[in-house]
T-cell receptor
Framework: SAVISQKPSRDICQRGTSLTIQCQVD?????MFWYRQQPGQSLTLIAT?????????ESGFVIDKFPISRPNLTFSTLTVSNMSPEDSSIYLC?????????FGPGTRLTVL | QKEVEQDPGPLSVPEGAIVSLNCTYS??????FMWYRQYSRKGPELLMY????GNKEDGRFTAQVDKSSKYISLFIRDSQPSDSATYLC???????????FGQGTTLQVKP
């Protein structure tokens, strides 16, 4: 398994601002992912965070809106930029290990 | 049509009941199948992980995969109030790491 922490656990932000979410893993992993879970919905993959190169984004998600950093094999950040109320969601990071994925506790974001 | 279909419920059962949760999928490339449990305001917790068709048992939980029918199930025996949560199926071809999730089924086990 993997021990994953996220900061902050929750935040309330004003529209037009940006928030950076941090994800820390207890040991080195090759694959890290960022997901969004909108209220009452399932999880949707935003992007794969690649160490040493640009993130790979899924259809409907762009780097300008969700810039991602992956400076090493245990850490990644996701920034939600120029926020609107539609960005209110839970943002989750996960790591790939043993052909499956383990998730962090999530960051609950509310945009007013 | 969504790649993965899961009945969102909610499903309400009495304590001690056997619970059956199901997902169907359309992509024959899916090779790895997972079940996650998510409590309110928590991240998803991996419950079961299977590869290829067949059954896998872990305590009160049994995961079943039928690739010919593109159908997976999770059975919970002797259900407990602590099993009350949302259960998410997920699957992947295995080469990209991308997980496709079902909508999640909300389960309530009543004492």
């Amino acid at each position: 398994s993997a021990v994953i922490s996220q900061k902050p656990s929750r935040d309330i932000c004003q529209r037009g601002t940006s928030l950076t979410i941090q994800c820390q893993v207890d040991s080195q992993v090759t694959m890290m992912f960022w997901y969004r879970q909108q209220p009452g919905q399932s999880l949707t993959l935003i992007a794969t965070a690649n160490q040493g190169s640009e993130a790979t984004y899924e259809s409907g998600f762009v780097i300008d809106k969700f810039p991602i950093s992956r400076p090493n094999l245990t850490f990644s950040t996701l920034t939600v930029s120029n926020m609107s109320p539609e960005d209110s969601s839970i943002y989750l990071c996960s790591v790939g290990r043993d052909d499956t994925q383990y998730f962090g506790p999530g960051t609950r974001l509310t945009v007013l | 049509q969504k790649e993965v279909e899961q009945d969102p419920g909610p499903l309400s059962v009495p304590e001690g009941a056997i619970v059956s949760l199901n997902c169907t999928y359309s992509n024959s490339a899916f090779q790895y199948f997972m079940w996650y449990r998510q409590y309110s305001r928590k991240g998803p917790e991996l419950l079961m992980y299977t590869y290829s068709s067949g059954n896998k048992e872990d305590g009160r939980f049994t995961a079943q995969v039928d690739k010919s029918s593109k159908y997976i199930s999770l059975f919970i025996r002797d259900s407990q109030p602590s099993d009350s949560a949302t259960y998410l199926c997920a699957m992947t071809p295995g080469n990209t790491g991308k997980l496709i999730f079902g909508q999640g089924t909300t389960l309530q086990v009543k004492p």
